[in-house]
């Protein structure tokens, strides 16, 4: 093969990692529509809601109001395999692993980006329930 070719191909490879990277950031936005809120809430139901509630403490943290929180690549990280940011030294998640006596959250690498947005936006939807945020404040005054 020629370089001339070579570099052409090296140029194609370039331009479609910049195109995979900016659809990715692209669908990064919690969807707000009602199919989405209602997949994320079976998805929830099936995968979550045995350690998770809202505005109160289970085996996991509250999620209320967590997309608020935490910037969404990182709640996709977390979700997707919550091991690795560990590993990777993040601040914030090795402090929560320590404040859940290195409970390990189990990985859900089944779960492809779209699923955790729905799952974000069952989430986010929930959140606005004021019970829950209530709840929440009596949980930060203790
Ligand atoms: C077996 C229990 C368990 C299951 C199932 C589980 N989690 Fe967790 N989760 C935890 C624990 C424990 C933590 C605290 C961090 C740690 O110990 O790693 C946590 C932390 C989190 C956090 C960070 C919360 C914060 O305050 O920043 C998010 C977000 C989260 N989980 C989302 C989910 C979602 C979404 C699912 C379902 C797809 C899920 N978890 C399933 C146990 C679980």
Redesign the pocket.
Known sequence: MQPYHLSEMKYLFIVLCLLSAYSQAQTLNIPTDNNSIQSGKKL?AD??S???EFGKQN???S?AS?TDK?PTSW?IA??QN?QMV?RSGDPYAVF??NE?NN????E?PQ?DNNQILD?LAYIKDTSLDKTYTADNDTIDAH
């Open positions: 929830f995968h979550c045995k350690c998770h085996i996991g943290p999620l967590i935490m709640l977390f979700i919550s560990i929560l692993y859940y409970m390990v959250m189990p859900f779960l799952i």
